[in-house]
């Protein structure tokens, strides 16, 4: 069978302005391209669109054109909140274009709101909640619809939900992602600035799953069990990016990449005994790490250790990310830092409970580590989240789908006056934050080893002159 599989660009940035997010950080999309390589090995012809990828043409007729010059017999859409109704859209054109065309879409939106997608997109033949490379498979194998594990369906005007597909348990058998199918790869798929100092670079998920429920955060394609590749397979994986592809840093995007101590220290000792030429970041949770895994980390090839902080305030820490203090994030901080290795915080801006007096705590909190870098999302309520049902009583909350995407403010929390003062807010901490004089200091000791990024924000400088621009909501003045 011929399969196309599409990564919708949805909307992530601003409305009604040049979409920047992909210039200061492309990603590869690494679920499409596993399922595409599962399938290679079934023995199908597959091809791989992103719409968000290098060279990418804007404009639903140029992407249906493209899809419809592979002639495929099945379309599979992978989709986010806010890329879903781009992806509907395009199926709707490829209907009318092909009425024999088979449509699948999957991805964590889909895993979340499930069959009550099939009675509203009428151009939407199957959907594939959770894990989708062996539900795919069977589906283009030519199994009955009615057979398949984990596939939702239509049975005239009924729509029925089959029997859950169980996780992969032993990710080892995964294929490595089909990279090679996708257009770009690598040199078109940059990482964050100043992440890196050495190029080309790439990004890997080593497990699937995290047993935690922080509020936030959408659980519904790898659920709360936790699997792992073993520390042979991802060796071999990074053997393989480095060889065929010439990478030589990664960002590994696990939640909980260190909570198999064993794991990770076998890792290192291969990565130590074979070494590579690959440079890393990863991320830590805390009460996962301690002094001597981060040792074997550094020894390794790790350059940037991210922690996940949310907020300065005790009281949203509590609520919202469970068993986590204040105290041992600055000590995991610490930890890091005194290693060797540089420190980067995740924090999130407007969860449910925030106030003015939280934020500033927030920013003082995060000036006060001594960090690195640091990422601010904005927060955004997603369906499968455990905050999702309470949301509507915590403040104002504007469902609009292609805004779900953590980079704009859908819900203004009661304690803050109104969406246009929590942008305010979230770019005051963010200025407050890259004109810190330690922080400034930190990357000019630092600018040879980023020459790389600063080549590469020298050749966009136009782009991230926009986005900047597009960074404050205009009428905004500078606090």
């Avoid at 597959?46 to 639903?60: E, H, I, K, N, Q």
């Avoid at 080892?172 to 996708?182: K, T």
């Avoid at 940059?190 to 959408?218: E, H, K, M, Q, W």
């Avoid at 940037?304 to 005790?314: A, F, L």
């Amino acid at each position: 069978m011929r399969i196309a599989l599409v990564q919708p660009a949805g909307s992530n940035w601003v409305r009604g302005r040049q979409d920047m997010a992909a210039v200061a950080n492309r990603m590869a999309p690494l679920g499409l391209l596993s399922i595409a390589a599962w399938l290679e090995r079934e023995g199908h012809e597959v091809s791989v669109l992103d719409c968000l990828g290098p060279g990418a043409t804007p404009g639903g007729e140029a992407i249906v054109r493209s899809l419809l010059g592979f002639r495929p017999d099945l379309v599979g859409f992978s989709t986010t909140t806010s890329s879903f109704l781009d992806g509907h859209a395009l199926a709707v054109r490829l209907k009318e274009a092909d009425p024999g065309i088979r449509t699948v879409f999957g991805g964590v939106h889909v895993s979340a709101v499930g069959g009550a997608l099939l009675e509203r997109f009428a151009a939407i033949d199957y959907l594939c909640p959770g894990e989708g490379e062996v539900t795919l498979a069977a589906l283009a194998g030519g199994a009955d619809p009615k057979e398949i594990d984990g596939l939702i369906r239509r049975d005239g005007e009924s729509v029925v939900t089959n029997r859950d597909r169980k996780p992969l348990q032993d990710l080892d058998l995964l294929p490595f992602p089909a990279y090679y199918l996708l257009r770009g790869f690598p040199r078109g798929y940059n990482l964050p600035l100043f992440s890196y100092i050495r190029t080309p670079g790439a990004t890997l998920v080593t497990s699937r799953g995290c047993p935690y429920r922080c509020s936030y955060c959408d659980r519904s394609v790898f659920r709360q069990s936790y699997r792992m590749n073993s520390p042979e397979y991802i060796h071999e994986h990074l053997s393989h990016l480095r060889r065929h592809f010439g990478v030589r840093h990664v960002n590994i995007y696990d939640d909980l990449f260190t909570a198999h101590r064993p794991r990770i220290a076998e890792l290192c000792r291969l990565l130590c005994s074979r070494p590579l030429g690959i440079q890393f970041n990863c991320a830590v949770r805390v009460g996962h790490t301690d002094r001597e895994l981060l040792k074997m980390l550094k020894e390794a090839g790790c350059l940037m250790v991210s922690v996940g902080v949310e907020s300065g305030e005790p009281e949203l820490l509590a609520r919202h990310k469970a068993g986590v203090t204040l105290e041992e994030i600055r000590e995991t901080v610490a930890m890091i830092r005194e290693s060797g290795l540089r420190a980067k915080g995740l924090f999130m801006m407007g969860l449910p409970g925030e106030t003015e007096e939280s934020i500033r705590k927030t920013s003082d909190f995060c000036l006060s580590l001594g960090l690195d870098d640091m990422n601010m999302a904005k927060f955004t309520p997603f369906p499968g989240a455990p905050v999702w049902g309470t949301i509507r009583e915590e403040g104002t909350f504007e469902e609009d789908w292609p805004l779900m995407n953590c980079l704009n403010f859908v819900f203004v929390p009661g304690g803050i006056a109104s969406r246009e003062r929590l942008d305010e807010l979230y770019n005051r901490h963010v200025k407050r934050f890259y004109t810190d004089p330690d922080w400034r200091r930190r990357l000019i000791r630092r600018t040879w080893q980023h020459r790389w990024s600063l080549w590469y924000l020298f050749i966009h400088l136009p782009q991230f002159w926009t986005a900047k621009n597009s960074f404050e909501p205009r009428g905004e003045s500078t606090p």
